[in-house]
T-cell receptor, first 114, second 115 residues
Framework: AQSVTQLGSHVSVSEGALVLLRCNYS??????LFWYVQYPNQGLQLLLK??????LVKGINGFEAEFKKSETSFHLTKPSAHMSDAAEYFC????????????FGAGTQVVVTP | ETGVTQSPTHLIKTRGQQVTLRCSSQ?????VSWYQQALGQGPQFIFQ???????GRGNFPPRFSGLQFPNYSSELNVNALELDDSALYLC??????????????FGEGSRLTVL
């Protein structure tokens, strides 16, 4: 079974500051890990994914995440926040033999202040 | 390339009624997954359809059922609606098989309100 814990339901960052969203996972098998973003009244858009290749994964819009097996973590970062980054972010995990069957975290709402 | 489309976008039902939600998958995709997203929560996996058969189910009762059609579009049916069924229902399509990239493509969802 897989599960995901996102630390912090709300994060406020200043424009230009570092964005750090925390995600820890639990999985009985090697996991696939994902970060999705959801803008108001929209569906989810994939930011990046880890599928057992490079542990440092680069995604869209300047985001990246690092898979750390020893810490069971997959934290999302962006060096410099932009106003357009205001959205809700979800970390998700799936088993390697369960494409499309994702277990999502509760989400982190990001607010960007001028 | 046509993305995932869902209908209706919003609907209101009363407790005990039945609802059907529809989803057209992205062109070239053969798998559809359905998720329920309650207000303030992450999406919860309902079930997945591949080649017109259910291919995995989450912790949802049998009154949640689905179909996938030969053109890979899909329906989610919910019978005997309860107040707790009020949520955003998300459809996601993907490509199973050798060309699988692991990415789900989500529609914008159908927001169901049960009164």
């Amino acid at each position: 079974a897989q599960s995901v814990t996102q630390l912090g339901s709300h994060v406020s960052v200043s424009e230009g500051a570092l964005v750090l969203l925390r995600c820890n996972y639990s999985s009985s098998v090697p996991p696939y890990l994902f970060w999705y973003v959801q803008y108001p009244n929209q569906g989810l858009q994939l930011l990046l994914k880890y599928t057992s290749a490079a542990t440092l994964v680069k995604g869209i819009n300047g985001f990246e995440a690092e898979f750390k097996k020893s810490e069971t973590s997959f934290h999302l970062t962006k060096p410099s926040a932009h106003m357009s980054d205001a959205a809700e972010y979800f970390c998700a995990v799936s088993a390697t033999d369960s494409w499309g069957k994702l277990q999502f975290g509760a989400g982190t709402q990001v607010v960007v202040t001028p | 390339e046509t993305g995932v489309t869902q209908s209706p976008t919003h609907l209101i039902k009363t407790r005990g009624q039945q609802v059907t939600l529809r989803c057209s998958s992205q062109s070239g995709h053969n798998t559809v997954s359905w998720y329920q997203q309650a207000l303030g929560q992450g999406p919860q996996f309902i079930f997945q359809y591949y080649r017109e058969e259910e291919n995995g189910r989450g912790n949802f009762p049998p009154r949640f059922s689905g179909l996938q059609f030969p053109n890979y579009s899909s329906e989610l049916n919910v019978n005997a609606l309860e107040l707790d069924d009020s949520a955003l229902y998300l459809c996601a399509s993907s490509l199973e098989g050798l060309m699988n990239t692991g990415e789900l493509f989500f529609g914008e969802g159908s927001r169901l309100t049960v009164l």
